[in-house]
């Protein structure tokens, strides 16, 4: 059990028999009265965000997760395919609702880092950066400064995003997951 000093951002709790993890905690005074503590806990299955307020007296189940390796195979009608690290054989999958906007920068044999809550895999957590092919870009006019140079491609994932003038067919750029923004040109 967690106590309410133990209770911080980053730490997992279980509520209703489902892991959260802390958010954002923030202590409050009221006027004479006692501290309490204002939550925001992220559901770890489904990735919904609620508020919670906990006092003092209140103690919460620690959450127990495991994390380990697995390699992202193939998807499929909106389903994730994956398979264990060290054992290729054992195959899992995960819809792509559940993986949220990190799924349209899988490539095959990317690792990726599975969490597990009672013995079933109930999500992944994709590298914050990785690095992928441009496989289309349109043609670029030269002396438009209109616009803030940068031009739309296409990357293998068949995903496009924004990306300075230089950037041509072929090149390898690094792309952050969580914002799904260009980062860098990698010279390989």
Same mark, same amino acid.
């Given at each position: 059990?967690?106590?309410?000093?133990?209770?911080? %951002? !980053?730490?997992?709790?279980?509520?209703?028999?489902?892991?959260?993890?802390?958010?954002?905690?923030?202590?409050?005074? %009221?006027?004479?009265?006692?501290?309490?503590?204002?939550?925001?806990?992220?559901?770890?299955?489904?990735?919904?965000?609620?508020?919670?307020?906990?006092?003092?007296?209140?103690?919460?189940?620690?959450?127990?997760?495991?994390?380990?390796?697995?390699?992202?195979?193939?998807?499929?009608? &909106?389903?994730?395919?994956?398979?264990?690290?060290?054992?290729?054989?054992?195959?899992?999958?995960?819809?792509?609702?559940?993986? &949220?906007?990190?799924?349209?920068?899988?490539?095959?044999?990317?690792?990726?880092?599975?969490?597990?809550?009672?013995?079933?895999?109930?999500?992944?957590?994709?590298?914050?950066?990785?690095?992928?092919?441009?496989?289309?870009?349109?043609?670029?006019?030269? !002396?438009?400064?209109?616009?803030?140079?940068?031009?739309?491609?296409?990357?293998?994932? &068949?995903?496009?995003?924004?990306?300075?003038?230089?950037?041509?067919?072929?090149?390898?750029?690094?792309?952050?997951?969580?914002? !799904?923004?260009?980062?860098?040109?990698?010279?390989?």
């Amino acid at each position: 059990m967690l106590s309410y000093s133990e209770l911080k %951002k !980053g730490a997992i709790i279980t509520i209703n028999d489902q892991p959260y993890e802390i958010v954002e905690a923030q202590n409050t005074f %009221k006027g004479r009265g006692h501290s309490y503590l204002q939550m925001k806990l992220k559901n770890l299955i489904n990735g919904t965000v609620i508020s919670k307020t906990a006092q003092p007296r209140d103690s919460f189940e620690e959450g127990e997760i495991e994390k380990q390796e697995a390699t992202f195979i193939y998807n499929n009608k &909106g389903k994730y395919v994956f398979s264990e690290k060290e054992n290729p054989a054992k195959r899992f999958e995960l819809e792509g609702s559940l993986i &949220g906007d990190a799924s349209k920068f899988l490539k095959a044999g990317e690792t990726v880092t599975t969490v597990i809550f009672k013995d079933k895999i109930i999500n992944i957590i994709v590298p914050i950066k990785v690095n992928l092919k441009v496989t289309e870009v349109p043609p670029g006019v030269k !002396g438009d400064r209109a616009q803030s140079g940068n031009k739309s491609v296409t990357i293998e994932t &068949g995903v496009k995003i924004n990306v300075p003038l230089f950037i041509k067919e072929g090149d390898i750029i690094e792309i952050n997951t969580e914002s !799904g923004e260009y980062v860098r040109r990698i010279n390989e």
